[in-house]
């Protein structure tokens, strides 16, 4: 059984997800959120990469089982593409933001067979922007998409939308809900701000939260 709890207390220990509610981060959408997440910070911490590892790989065999192919998102996805591939022995390979403009002009990296039974490994879930776009470009050249495995989802309404509109599921390690509970009960945050960040989570156009 995967350990949310566990996983939840690594992210927080290692920074690789900050709370910030008094002092709000700016996305590059000019959206101010309370929250920011690089979890590229797990792959330097060797314990937690373990069991993020090894949770990526229950959780495919758990709900996709027949899995035959992993790819990864560009670029935070690749490494937790590669890793999961290893320790379950599938190949693994990833899927380029663009096409490259020299050589073979590849977008995907690495061997796909049209109908492959293919999972995409997303370190985050926000909007579900790339990941979303990661599995049509996979579908474009003949993947057959199980779904997509993530370490870390905000939950918001927007990806569920996305996600739903391109008839994908996806299943993350870790729910903000739970880190959040977590994170009230290590103290790292208080009630309070656990309200406002899940205000921002369920409408991140109304600053209200703010104060």
Known sequence: MINKRAIAEGLLSIGAVFLRPDDPFTWASGIRSPIYT??????TAPELRTLIEESLAETIRTCYPGCELIMGTSTAGI?????TGHIMGLPAGY??????????????????????KTVVIEDLISTAGS??????VLRAAGADILGIASIFTYGMTA????LAAH????NSLCTLDELLEVAVQNKTIDEDAKKRILKFRNDPSDESWIG
Do not use: M, W, Y
């Not at 008839?167 to 996806?170: A, F, K, Q, R, T």
């Open 95 to 116: 899927v380029r933001g663009s096409k490259k403009d020299h050589g073979r002009t590849n977008q995907i990296e690495g061997k796909l067979i049209p109908g492959q």
């Open 38 to 43: 690089d979890n590229r910070l797990t792959l």
């Open 131 to 136: 990941a979303c776009e990661t599995v049509e």
């Open 79 to 83: 490494a937790h593409a590669a890793i």
């Open 167 to 170: 008839n994908v599921e996806n």
């Open 159 to 162: 990806s569920i939308e996305k």
